[in-house]
């Protein structure tokens, strides 16, 4: 009875350790905008390239609206959500989204401070 019950709590423990586990999403990323892209036009062949380490994610954009080289601040994985910052012309713009498996849905929000009206949707995927 007593072995049951520790293989039972073991086997929790595993469960919950694994749900909360971080996603790791370090590599290339491709974009498509839903609705078009920045101004209405076409992701083009914007790539997200991302660094993670822990929790902590960096790196870059090439392409799109900030050029090439943008770089990514404030980023942060906890288990499948994602959120970091790039800044375009003085302007902070806010990326959140979900990761599920080779894909990540992004919400982005373009206005300074990274909480105005305007925003949109990017889906990524693995390259």
Known sequence: MRNNIVVRAVLLAVIVV?????ADITGKWK??????????????????TFRQEG????GSISGGPGGEGTNITEGKVEG?????????????VLHEGVISGNEIKLKVKGAPGGDGPESML?????T
């Open 18 to 22: 694994s749900a909360c586990a971080a």
């Open 31 to 48: 974009a498509t905008f839903e609705g078009g892209g920045p101004g209405g036009g076409d992701a083009g062949d914007m790539v997200f």
């Open 55 to 58: 929790i902590k994610l960096t």
């Open 80 to 92: 499948n959500n994602v959120s970091f910052v790039i800044s375009v012309n003085d302007m902070r």
């Open 122 to 126: 990017i889906t990524l995927k693995k």
